[in-house]
């Protein structure tokens, strides 16, 4: 774990939630405008035209069902044979049509949707990983779980944000297509009140509106903390989720110290968190779906009870009757859109809030008071006034001035916590806090931790790494492994594997000393980079390091005595914070061209 760096679920950001409606309202258009204005935004058009087409479509077919079924009950209720076979052929075509834009409009969905959250993937991504942003995050300065934001919940943004749209959309069409039918056929409502005489046209149309208003509202009373709840679950999941990654990332080491009883309970511990939220969410379920169903019986029981004295009068045929009965569940399902989305809609409200937070997170620079500069003079690194903080602002060291010039090598001592890592961030720009000036001049520069990382892929990609494996020749690769004595794994140059997982950490930092010798860089920053090594493999890799790159200047943060003869300066840092240059080390004048 990094310093400052905090576990997922203790991390508790600043939620957009808590902002007033037209904020909240701004910061979601905020997340869904840009991809259409975007490159793609001509494409992704056309197909949301499409799919809006199609719905419209597929609204007429519905409406010319619901006269169909009015002619079918009349000729039924006539016997009328020659009508009734009629109508079956006109079933045939409607049902064809039906199948052709309903097929048609699923498919341009599906692309429209793919589209939209390959854009943004590609976009989030990009800024994650650009200026060191997923390092700032992991750090303890961010959210929790950005690959579940990038994975998962662009993908429910995306989908969700679009099905429930187009969902609206097409809800207010067929609420203007069936309303017309409905007031039609409703008539009017006439009665007395306070002996004043009321008439109400296409009341039926007024009930099915204040019916579902009436729901809507108190259905949000009832569901509203879901948001919350749901929020809080993908969290929990999220940190469960994060513990098991870590248990298979360290494997080997949990193993080493019998500790899978201790991660047991930690895990138990997690998952308990995602049981007792889901207990809270199953509560909320409960009163939605018993309200929800309420609503959809009591809804169909409403037309019945309305039409039928209107039938036993003769007002209106049987056929009418299955018209209005089904053209008024057609208006109350349009205007209770809010009620039958509402847990899509509160699943996506926290998706927003992830995502919001998410991106302020990216987008937040760490303040510090440490400034890099380009350098002035020609391939010297020119450090000014430097002290270094902990990110609460309590001091760790004082550098001062220091100038390293080309070609020289300086060894960083100090005991452990001292600061000699956090130079090192510093020095690459990771690290922020404190003060003083940085002046890096032009060339390549390379950090090699203690633990380098090794992408999941070929040998040869890891050896690569950051460049692409293409850009250097077998011959180049298989030549710099033996010189970092891993000639043994020269036919598995191509060969895909965990290779992290496979190599012991010896091997791992030959091979971080292999990527130096390939990628001949000018700077080099090497941070307890042989700790895992003997001293005889240790004295190799130094001395194939100053043979194969002997222009490069060289920082190494060491305690061992045997690197001393490599480097012809040493930075000290006391215990006090204080940093000195001590005397060059005894018999490193030699190895030092």
């Known amino acids: 774990m990094l310093p400052g760096e905090a576990s997922p679920l203790a991390r508790q950001p600043a939620r957009p939630g808590g902002l007033p409606l037209r904020q909240r309202a701004a910061a979601v258009w905020r997340l869904l405008r840009p991809y259409w204005v975007s490159e793609d935004r001509w494409r992704a058009r056309a197909l949301l035209a499409l799919v809006i087409g199609t719905d419209l479509l597929r609204t007429y077919v519905a409406v010319r069902v619901n006269y169909w079924q009015r002619d079918y009950w009349d000729a039924l209720a006539a016997h009328d044979v020659n009508a009734f076979w009629q109508l079956m052929w006109v079933f045939l075509v409607i049902i064809c049509f039906s199948s052709v834009f309903d097929t048609a409009r699923i498919w341009f969905f599906q692309a429209l949707e793919m589209r939209w959250r390959a854009w943004l993937t590609e976009v989030f991504v990009g800024r994650w990983l650009d200026g060191e942003a997923y390092y700032r995050i992991a750090r303890g300065g961010g959210v929790d779980n950005p690959d579940q934001r990038i994975g998962e919940d662009l993908q429910i943004m995306a989908s969700d944000s679009l099905r429930l749209s187009l969902g609206m959309l097409d809800s207010l069409v067929k609420l203007f297509s069936y309303s017309v039918i409905v007031w039609s056929l409703s008539g009017s409502l006439s009665f007395a009140l306070g002996g004043v005489g009321i008439e109400i046209p296409g009341y039926m149309l007024w009930v099915a509106v204040l019916y579902a208003l009436s729901g809507s509202l108190l259905l949000e009373r009832i569901g509203h903390p879901l948001v919350r709840v749901d929020y809080h679950q993908q969290r929990c999941e999220a940190h469960f989720r994060y513990l098991m990654m870590r248990v298979r990332e360290n494997a080997e080491q949990i193993a080493f110290y019998s500790g899978g009883r201790a991660e047991s309970v930690r895990l138990r511990a997690a998952f308990l968190a995602v049981r007792e939220n889901w207990r809270r969410i199953m509560d909320y379920t409960k009163r939605i779906t018993l309200f929800h169903e309420s609503y959809i019986e009591i809804g169909a029981f409403?037309?019945?009870?309305?039409?039928?004295?209107?039938?036993?009068?003769?007002?209106?045929?049987?056929?009418?009757?299955?018209?209005?009965?089904?053209?008024?569940?057609?208006?109350?399902?349009?205007?209770?859109?809010?009620?039958?989305?509402?847990?899509?809609?509160?699943?996506?409200?926290?998706?927003?809030?992830?995502?919001?937070?998410?991106?302020?997170?990216?987008?937040?620079?760490?303040?510090?008071?440490?400034?890099?500069?380009?350098?002035?003079?020609?391939?010297?690194?020119?450090?000014?006034?430097?002290?270094?903080?902990?990110?609460?602002?309590?001091?760790?060291?004082?550098?001062?001035?220091?100038?390293?010039?080309?070609?020289?090598?300086?060894?960083?001592?100090?005991?452990?916590?001292?600061?000699?890592?956090?130079?090192?961030?510093?020095?690459?720009?990771?690290?922020?806090?404190?003060?003083?000036?940085?002046?890096?001049?032009?060339?390549?520069?390379?950090?090699?931790?203690?633990?380098?990382?090794?992408?999941?892929?070929?040998?040869?990609?890891?050896?690569?790494?950051?460049?692409?494996?293409?850009?250097?020749?077998?011959?180049?690769?298989?030549?710099?492994?033996?010189?970092?004595?891993?000639?043994?794994?020269?036919?598995?140059?191509?060969?895909?594997?965990?290779?992290?997982?496979?190599?012991?950490?010896?091997?791992?930092?030959?091979?971080?000393?292999?990527?130096?010798?390939?990628?001949?860089?000018?700077?080099?920053?090497?941070?307890?980079?042989?700790?895992?090594?003997?001293?005889?493999?240790?004295?190799?890799?130094?001395?194939?390091?100053?043979?194969?790159?002997?222009?490069?200047?060289?920082?190494?943060?060491?305690?061992?005595?045997?690197?001393?003869?490599?480097?012809?300066?040493?930075?000290?840092?006391?215990?006090?914070?204080?940093?000195?240059?001590?005397?060059?080390?005894?018999?490193?004048?030699?190895?030092?061209?």
């Open 302 to 593: 409403l037309p019945l009870l309305i039409i039928g004295p209107r039938y036993f009068a003769g007002e209106i045929t049987l056929g009418a009757v299955q018209q209005l009965t089904l053209s008024f569940s057609r208006v109350r399902g349009a205007l209770s859109w809010f009620i039958f989305a509402y847990k899509d809609l509160a699943l996506l409200r926290s998706v927003f809030q992830r995502l919001l937070e998410f991106e302020a997170a990216m987008a937040r620079r760490e303040e510090g008071g440490i400034a890099r500069v380009r350098g002035m003079r020609p391939g010297v690194l020119r450090v000014s006034a430097l002290t270094l903080q902990r990110p609460d602002g309590t001091p760790l060291a004082c550098i001062g001035d220091l100038e390293l010039r080309p070609g020289e090598r300086w060894l960083v001592r100090g005991h452990s916590g001292a600061g000699k890592s956090t130079l090192l961030r510093a020095l690459a720009g990771l690290w922020p806090h404190g003060s003083g000036e940085i002046a890096m001049p032009p060339g390549r520069a390379m950090f090699l931790p203690q633990r380098s990382y090794l992408p999941v892929g070929s040998l040869r990609a890891c050896l690569c790494y950051p460049s692409d494996e293409q850009w250097f020749g077998v011959g180049e690769c298989l030549e710099v492994l033996d010189a970092a004595g891993l000639g043994g794994l020269a036919a598995e140059l191509e060969v895909c594997d965990d290779w992290a997982g496979r190599l012991s950490p010896g091997e791992q930092q030959r091979l971080a000393f292999a990527r130096l010798f390939l990628h001949k860089p000018d700077w080099v920053f090497l941070d307890e980079s042989t700790a895992s090594l003997d001293a005889r493999n240790e004295s190799r890799l130094y001395e194939a390091l100053i043979r194969r790159l002997p222009g490069a200047s060289v920082v190494s943060v060491g305690h061992r005595a045997g690197l001393e003869r490599f480097h012809a300066h040493a930075l000290e840092i006391g215990a006090d914070g204080a940093a000195c240059i001590r005397p060059r080390p005894e018999g490193a004048q030699g190895m030092n061209t």
